[in-house]
């Protein structure tokens, strides 16, 4: 049971450049969600999903898009980077319910040139 | 807006010593209040987890007090260990009509040393 992966761990892009990062769970679990981390700032919500092949928008959605195709998988996409999402990226998912725990990937570290 | 604030943002002691760390929040309506260890590099991990009914919980060396009305929680820290290093991220949860609405802290970093 590995909890919630996420790949790549690390990744630089240069401005204007795209790429996914995948974030996929083996807990059978229904929601999923999108945060990136910032110095000095608390986690904050990018993306989420509430299950299959739905989506919706966080706190911080543009620049950014995603895809639940499959439940066990959730993939982040940036379309055309810019510096400002140098960031760390967690993935975190949870089962269900008021007092559920959400259980978070280790993150990728992206930086944009 | 919801806000969660976490003091101190440092702190340094010495192992086997004790030490709480603060949260105060204006997150309505409240639906429970969660502590979070990230260590350096790694996705944050569950410590504990308060509804309102709840002003104590413990978990092995981590103890958490939670005051509904003063909207303030601490978690302590009883004889640290070096393994305690890590940031301490106070996550308080509001209930929405499309369900919860997470607010994070900053965190407190806190670092043991021998």
């Known amino acids: 049971n590995a909890g919630v992966t996420q790949t790549p761990k690390f990744r630089v892009l240069k401005t204007g450049q795209s790429m996914t990062l995948l974030c996929a769970q083996d807990?059978?679990?229904?929601?999923m969600y999108w945060y990136r981390q910032d110095p000095g700032m608390g986690l904050r919500l990018i993306h989420y999903?509430?299950?299959?092949?739905?989506?919706a928008k966080g706190e911080v959605p543009d620049g950014y898009n995603v895809s639940r195709l499959k439940k066990q998988n959730f993939l982040l996409g940036l379309e055309s980077a810019a510096p400002s999402q140098t960031s760390v990226y967690f993935c975190?998912?949870?089962?269900?319910?008021?007092?559920?725990?959400?259980?978070f990937g280790p993150g990728t570290r992206l930086t944009v040139l | 807006k919801n806000q969660v604030e976490q003091s101190p943002q440092s702190l340094i002691i010495l192992e086997g010593k004790n030490c709480t760390l603060q949260?105060?929040?204006?997150?309505?309506?409240?639906?429970?209040l969660r502590w979070y260890k990230q260590d350096t590099g790694r996705g944050p991990v569950s410590l504990t987890i308060?509804?309102?009914?709840?002003n104590t919980k413990s978990n092995g060396r981590y103890t958490a007090t939670l005051d509904a009305d003063t909207k303030q929680s601490s978690l302590h820290i009883t004889a640290s260990q070096l393994s305690d290093s890590a940031s301490y991220i106070c996550?308080?949860?509001?209930?929405?009509?499309?369900?919860?609405?997470?607010?994070f802290g900053t965190g407190t970093q806190l670092k043991v040393e021998l």
């Open positions: 975190a998912s949870r089962r269900g319910g008021v007092e559920d725990t959400q259980y």
């Open positions: 807990m059978n679990h229904e929601y």
């Open positions: 999903s509430v299950g299959e092949g739905t989506t």
């Open positions: 949260c105060n929040y204006t997150v309505s309506p409240f639906s429970n």
């Open positions: 308060m509804t309102f009914s709840e």
């Open positions: 996550v308080v949860s509001a209930s929405t009509g499309g369900g919860n609405k997470l607010t």
